[in-house]
């Protein structure tokens, strides 16, 4: 009987092709009309060390990676030590012959494939030992090759020969499986009548930044930050923007902080070291009131502790990074999808409260591929800083409005002019001390900031409303949450989640709401010290069930359905 999804993984070593094998089979299920999401981990090291790609696919839209493992591809020895805990009872293993040795209790649900001999014969090199392995894969769920065909032969048009040999290679593979063919079918795609595309987390951020309309981009190379850069770098031009990567962070934000006075939506990317590096220019955008977007996509720490493992560590250093308090607004996307719509609120945010405003992914959604709703541009605002031209006479820059959003001069502007000190100021900007002065400039800095508490930002629920069992997390747990609320919903138990995609400032009253009637109230996430939960408890005042975790890997929905069973007994 056919499946309705398949979760499999390919292991081995850096190098070997594990990477771009996966992103082959996730964009050819893409093109089948599969909905799909992965999760990857790879070495720090630029080659070599055990790298693993986990793809899901099926036909109903996919929010988590999968636990348990359909169909488990090992490139080589420790490929098999590290993940074969990880098959499910009834998984299959395709191993390269020539370096993977099987236990016998595992054989009859096991294959040999001649991955490297293969690659050797047809292109002279173990190169094409991962289209081999593609191969294989769709030999065993009886995939068509024909999306794998088409992507080689664009991918290596210019190429003599090449595209040739990968295709014989791919064929290879699954002629390998012919034995299995049909042991783990998957169902056929259903027509699609939307529009889908297939992206990372780190693309939809790209992409939704240029809709908010980003005219400048500065940054400065890191994981897993880099592919934004990257791809603004070759796309922004077009739309009249400019990408420049500059020597490190600190000049990164310096530069996006001075394309912004002078009027330009403007951002950067980095990740926790980075952010780092930040602090200090910040707490200046934050006093001089202007302005500008960061995108941290956050790793495994402290220092530069697992660079390219998922963490959800950096929280507190967003919402409060920095000598004094200084106001800024952090935004936590939950899905790829969901990144895209974020960066723009991110962007609104920012020029309407004028403000620095920081997007919080992490390594996980950095880089995780899924298929998505193409985003309908139709439906992207964009939001407008309030500037010098909108008053009569000369603007006080910072003046006390009732809103606390005064108008920002631009170069050229009349009567626009002003200075954009870090120095505490009056209403001119002009330099003053006074216990009056600091206390009225801090509310004034903070209040523009309520209507983010009060209905202004964009919070998800799932389930139910008012549950027994209360879920609060925030960014990339989102999805093994809601397939682990389904679970014990099924199971008859009252739960329900909440994610709120403004932390800062934080919702307290909407916590406070969703949580009313519950006795439980689990809060997930990965990190060390429970760094959601500590702010739930400090804000709201209520007590939680902190399940932090801090292993570098993204929860499955199994692993919260056991929390919510546990917390319901």
Request: aromatic residues 8%.
């Amino acid at each position: 009987m056919a499946r309705q999804s398949v979760v499999i993984r390919l292991a081995g070593e850096s190098g070997e092709g594990v990477i771009s094998s996966g992103d082959i089979l996730t964009q050819a299920a893409a093109r089948g009309g599969y909905w799909t999401q992965t999760f990857r981990t790879y070495p720090a090291e630029i080659r070599g060390g055990p790298c693993m790609y986990q793809v899901r696919m099926g036909q109903d839209r996919i929010y988590s990676h999968g636990k348990e493992v359909d169909l488990l591809v090992c490139f080589n020895q420790e490929a098999w030590d590290l993940h074969h805990d990880s098959l499910a009872a009834d998984g299959v293993v395709l191993y390269d012959e020539t370096s993977v040795a099987i236990p016998d209790e595992y054989r009859e649900r096991a294959r040999p494939v001649r991955m490297e001999q293969l690659a050797k014969e047809i292109g002279g090199s173990s190169r094409a030992k991962n289209m081999v392995a593609a191969g294989a894969v769709c030999g065993v769920i009886a995939f068509d090759t024909t999306p794998i065909e088409e992507l080689v032969t664009v991918r290596y048009a210019h190429k003599a020969g090449v595209a040739d040999a990968n295709l014989a290679a791919l064929q290879a593979g699954k002629d390998e499986a012919a034995d299995l063919t049909g042991v783990m079918e998957i169902t056929h795609a259903a027509e699609v009548e939307e529009d889908r595309v297939l992206m990372s987390g780190n693309q939809a951020i790209a992409l939704g930044a240029v809709a908010a309309g980003l005219e400048y981009f500065a940054g400065y190379p890191i994981t897993p930050a880099s592919d934004i850069l990257e791809w603004l770098s070759a796309k922004l031009p077009a739309t009249g923007g400019i990408t420049i990567q500059c020597e490190d962070e600190i000049a990164s934000l310096a530069s996006v902080i001075g394309a912004s006075y002078a009027g330009a939506k403007a951002a950067t990317a980095t990740s926790g070291p980075g952010l780092s590096l930040m602090s200090e220019l910040l707490g200046y955008a934050g006093m001089a009131e202007i302005p500008c977007v960061i995108i941290d996509a956050q790793r495994g720490g402290p220092s530069t502790g697992l660079p390219t493992k998922t963490e959800q560590s950096d929280l507190q250093h967003a919402l409060y990074g920095g000598h004094g308090e200084s106001p800024r607004v952090v935004i936590a996307p939950i899905t790829v999808e969901d990144c895209f719509w974020a960066t723009v609120d991110a962007f609104n945010y920012a020029e309407r409260f004028q403000v620095p405003v920081i997007i919080l992914t992490d390594q996980g959604l950095a880089t995780r591929m899924e298929v998505i709703t193409a985003p309908d541009l139709s439906k992207v605002e964009q939001w407008q800083r309030k500037t010098a031209k909108d008053v009569e006479g000369r603007a006080k820059r910072y003046e006390l409005t009732d809103d606390g959003i005064s108008p920002m001069g631009l170069p050229g502007e009349p009567n626009g002019q002003y200075v954009a000190t870090g120095i505490e100021h009056d209403e001119w900007g002009h330099p003053a001390y006074t216990p009056e002065v600091h206390t009225v400039m801090q509310h004034k800095r903070w209040s523009k900031l309520d209507p983010l508490t009060n209905g202004a930002a964009r919070h998800e629920y799932y389930g139910e409303a008012e549950p027994d069992i209360a879920v609060i997390g925030f960014g990339s747990t989102y999805g093994p949450v809601r397939e682990g609320v389904d679970m014990a919903r099924a199971d008859g138990l009252s739960v329900g989640a909440f994610y709120p995609r403004v932390l800062g400032p934080f919702p307290v009253e909407k916590v406070r709401e969703f949580t009313s009637k519950a006795s439980r109230t689990i809060v997930p996430e990965i990190n060390y010290t429970g760094q959601l939960a500590r702010l739930v408890r400090g804000e709201v005042g209520i007590s939680v069930d902190s399940r932090a975790k801090s292993d570098g890997l993204p929860f499955t929905a199994e692993d919260i359905y056991e929390m919510i069973t546990e917390a319901a007994q």
